[in-house]
């Protein structure tokens, strides 16, 4: 009997959540830049349309170039008008968590954090050190002077993760390897992330890798210059097909889905929700350019991109030292 009765049971809460798809969801997302940055928002907002391609029915606002001074007045204004709100960015943390003690049956998510900051926000973490990994065991193999540039933005959430996993998988082909690293402060300052580019490529480093929308200002260099690129979202391989060898990507989508099950759940918030290759919160693509991406260097990162695939959390990035 208690077996059937757990049957029952799972058999209701898929019901009910295939139901809420059935009825549809409303998400607006509220955005630093725009859906189209060759970079983070662009990587959010393709993951929302994967969402509706697997079959969720989801009315989707985006809210794009908002400033960090206009996010409280932003959230408000939204309040109330849809099911779910996404604050695509950490910088508004303060005016997410000050608006959703406001309207507290108003679902709200905020990435990226790792933190519990309340019952009605969920969180989101990608846990980038996994494509960081991929993608500095694919420099560490492709660098002839061994000296790469990393182009950072701050020194803080997935970016830090990132670095820090990159420099891990640098480290694991090829210990020879020195890096130069520098910060611009920023996410979205292209005009410095170009010129930490320029600063690292006349310092003789022959691969580049930066995360956060502001890389395309680094990756123009590089394309200029003939410098390998290893990337982080999949739109640079097409943008840039002459030096970007590969990229990572987050697949945004997971976290939509997530958000919209865990509401037909009826939970409200007070989790948070990873990203790794293991759940599909990642993908990973190879150019198709032998002479950028040599077959034993594919090879070498795809068993390490199948490693992280089968087991999540493998990449422990906690005692990396930065130089």
């Given amino acids: 009997m208690k077996k059937i009765a757990v049957l029952l049971a799972l058999a209701l809460m898929l019901a009910v959540a295939c139901a809420a798809v059935a009825e549809g969801v409303s998400i607006a997302i509220v955005y630093s830049d725009t859906v189209d940055d060759k970079g983070w928002c662009q990587a959010m907002d393709t993951g929302i349309k994967n969402a509706i391609e697997k079959g969720y029915e989801i009315e989707y606002t985006p809210v794009e170039s908002v400033a960090v001074s206009d996010a409280p007045n932003t959230l408000d204004q939204l309040a109330d008008s849809y099911d779910i709100i996404i604050v695509h960015g950490a910088q508004f943390t303060a005016a997410c968590t000050e608006i959703a003690e406001q309207y507290p049956e108003q679902i709200f ?57 990159f420099v891990m998988g640098l480290a694991a082909v090829n210990p020879e390897c020195d890096y130069d690293l520098a910060w611009t402060g920023s996410f979205s300052d292209t005009v410095q992330a170009g010129t930490l580019g320029q600063t690292f490529i006349e310092k003789g480093c022959d691969v580049l890798v ?72 990642f993908i990973y693509t190879f150019s198709e350019n032998a002479e950028l991406m040599p077959e034993d260097v594919k090879a070498a990162a795809q068993a390490e991109l199948d490693k992280l695939t089968a087991t999540p959390n493998t990449i422990d990035f906690s005692g990396v030292t930065l130089e």
């Fill in 109 to 165: 998510a905020i990435g990226t954090s790792d933190q519990i900051l309340g019952d009605n926000i969920f969180t989101y973490m990608p846990q980038s050190e996994e494509p960081g990994y991929i993608n500095g065991v694919i420099a560490g193999m492709l660098t002839k002077s061994n000296k790469v540039g990393i182009v950072g933005p701050t020194d803080g959430g997935d970016s830090a993760r990132f670095v820090r996993g």
């Fill in 210 to 281: 930066g995360p956060s929308q502001q890389a395309v200002g680094a990756i123009r260099v590089a394309d200029a210059e003939g410098v390998t690129w290893v990337g982080q979202t999949t739109s640079q391989l097409v943008d840039f097909p002459n030096v970007v060898c590969a990229a990572a990507d987050y697949d945004y989508s997971a976290v939509v889905i997530a958000l919209i099950e865990g509401k037909a759940a009826g939970k409200m918030g007070g989790e948070c929700i990873p990203l790794n290759y293991n759940n599909g919160g």
